[in-house]
């Protein structure tokens, strides 16, 4: 084996391959950098890496015979991996830190908040206990509807690295909280920090990620959500035995914070928000880095054409949500998320540790776990098919798949049925509902959003819907246990299942597919009716 020219030679008697390594090379216009710069080099056109080629002879010179390929060169010739994605992913996967920090504080309070009650002295007030594990949720609507506003101002990086400054600060706040107020103010920030992120990070990736990617690196954010979910049950375990646990599992939540703000450090801005400013030249750098140089005048050419027809959204008002096409995006927008919610997402969380321990699985962590474990693996199957079948087709099949699921679990609790056929049934269309929401309704509807959205109102029409997210999140887990009590889990989940019906007939009806179409593609079919 020798090094020339920066190419790796491997010398076999019946073949001579080549591998090529391509060190990142100095950007005009760069100022500094980046940790990811290795992965920055964009694949050839065709995004395709071929796991070994035999050098050619050429033509115009006499060559001795080439002897016949080893049968294993032949196999090998047929691999090929797809790693376009590769560029794009060290930066959306930072952004979805934001998620990872989004799942890790919906566990955090879901065991200790039994320790955490007897600590500060409000231990059997059920509506102080709710009132810990739910604050956030006003903090989040308010960072929701300001997030639009600060993004248009100062890009994505800057407005990650601000939205860190509430999450950091409530978590440390939480932590060492000696009293109710301290502990609610620090659940507060929490939510700022939370709703500000919800609405940027769906909205980073599908400006940064190329368009072939985008449906499966926007998936991140589901992801990130679930691993956040999952380690805050892993790390809640001792909390059973010890009773000041609680504080370590809140300070542990601030590390994420400076991880995502050092980060976006380094993390590339949103070219097309790079264009809006003015700043082109930054802007064909990322995009030459990130989607590859014969994509940069195309691309630059398509912003400029789409800005010079709608404007910049740096001057858009939130009146501008009720002029066409913005008024109908706000409405798919909003609706989509009424209907998530009201499909029961979070009813159906709160009560799968009751499902669990009928059936024996006495340990709430435990059921959590299955719950956060079958979430993942949805998450992850999304990221496969999203940008395959479509997000139409999952949005729909997943919502068909949870109108089911809540059918199969009424059937269950309402007929009459051997125990323990009973009980098999409502934890198989429990696992089946979490699935089929995280292969579709989960990760879609932040992610087709963004997508129809204008590049003039993005930012606010993605602000609105997540406060509409927000606002029926609380009202779902105010009303739930007393709707069960007054009505039963039958008639509740029912009612679960006949929305979801609704939601994949809202989705047939008024979702276009965006599948392999760039965001300046769709906003040009939309503003001339297309998709409409």
């Known amino acids: 084996m020798w090094m020339i020219n920066n190419t790796v030679l491997l ?20 100022r500094k950098v980046s940790p990811f710069s290795c992965f920055c080099q964009s694949p050839p056109r065709n995004k395709r890496v071929t796991a070994l080629s035999t050098k050619k002879p050429d033509d115009d010179h006499e060559t001795s015979p080439v002897p016949p390929a080893h049968p294993s060169d032949e196999k090998l010739e047929k691999f090929s991996a797809d790693v376009g994605w590769l560029s794009a992913f060290p930066h959306v996967s930072v952004a979805s830190m934001a998620n990872f920090l989004f799942g890790y504080h919906i566990g955090v309070m879901n065991g200790p908040i039994v320790s955490i009650a007897r600590e500060l002295g409000f231990e059997g007030n059920s509506i102080l206990e ?8 006003a903090g989040a609507f308010i960072g929701s509807i300001g997030s639009g506003p600060l993004l248009d101002k100062l890009g994505c990086r800057r407005t990650f690295q601000i939205a860190t400054i509430p999450l950091i600060l409530g978590a440390l706040v939480s932590a060492q909280a000696n009293s109710l107020d301290e502990i609610l103010c620090g659940r507060f920030l929490v939510g700022l920090g939370i709703g500000v ?12 990620a190329p368009t072939k990617y ?14 956040g979910i999952i380690l805050s049950l892993l790390l809640g375990i001792p909390a059973e035995d010890d009773p000041h646990w609680w504080r370590t599992m809140l300070y542990v939540a601030s590390m994420p914070g400076f991880l995502l703000a050092l980060g976006m450090q380094f993390a590339v801005e949103s070219p097309r928000w790079l264009c809006k400013v003015g700043r082109l030249d930054d802007a064909k750098v990322v995009i030459r880095n990130i989607w590859g140089g014969s994509e940069v005048e195309k691309a630059v050419e398509d912003f400029q054409s789409v800005m010079k027809n709608s404007g ?12 066409k096409p913005h008024s109908r995006v706000a409405f798919i927008g909003g609706t989509l998320f009424v209907l998530q919610q009201f499909a029961g997402i979070n009813g159906v969380l709160y009560f799968s540790s009751l499902t669990f321990q009928n059936v024996g699985i006495t340990s709430g962590a435990q059921a959590s776990l299955y719950v956060g474990v079958t979430n993942f693996a949805g998450a992850l199957c999304a990221s496969y098919l999203i940008d395959k079948q479509g997000r139409k087709k999952l949005l729909i099949g997943s919502y068909l798949g949870m109108a089911v699921s809540m059918f199969l679990i009424v059937y269950s609790v309402g007929f009459p049925l051997d125990e323990d056929l009973s009980q098999s049934l409502s934890i198989l269309g429990t696992l089946m509902y979490i699935f089929s929401f995280a292969i579709g309704a989960g990760p879609v509807t932040g992610l087709i959003i963004p997508e129809l959205s204008s590049n003039r109102t993005r930012g606010k029409i993605m602000g609105f819907s997540f406060s509409v997210h927000w606002v029926c999140n609380f009202l779902v887990g105010l009303f739930f246990l007393d709707l069960v009590e007054k009505f039963g889990v039958g008639t509740v989940y029912a009612g679960f299942g006949s929305v979801s019906l609704l939601a994949a007939a809202f989705s047939y009806r008024f979702i276009v597919e965006t599948k392999g179409r760039s965001l300046e593609e769709i906003e040009m079919s939309l503003n001339s009716t297309d998709l409409s």
């Not at 992120?197 to 940064?208: D, F, H």
């Not at 449906?215 to 691993?227: A, D, F, M, N, V």
């Not at 910049?312 to 002029?323: A, E, T, Y």
């Open 214 to 227: 985008r449906g499966s690196l926007g998936t991140l954010c589901q992801i990130g959500t679930c691993l």
């Open 130 to 137: 709710g009132l810990v594990v739910s604050i956030f949720i």
């Open 197 to 208: 992120n919800t609405v940027l990070v769906p909205i980073y990736i599908s400006e940064v």
């Open 11 to 30: 010398l076999r008697p019946d073949a001579l391959t080549r591998f090529t390594f391509s060190y990142p090379t100095r950007l005009a216009h760069s």
């Open 312 to 323: 910049s959204n740096l001057n858009s008002r939130w009146l501008d949500l009720l002029d």
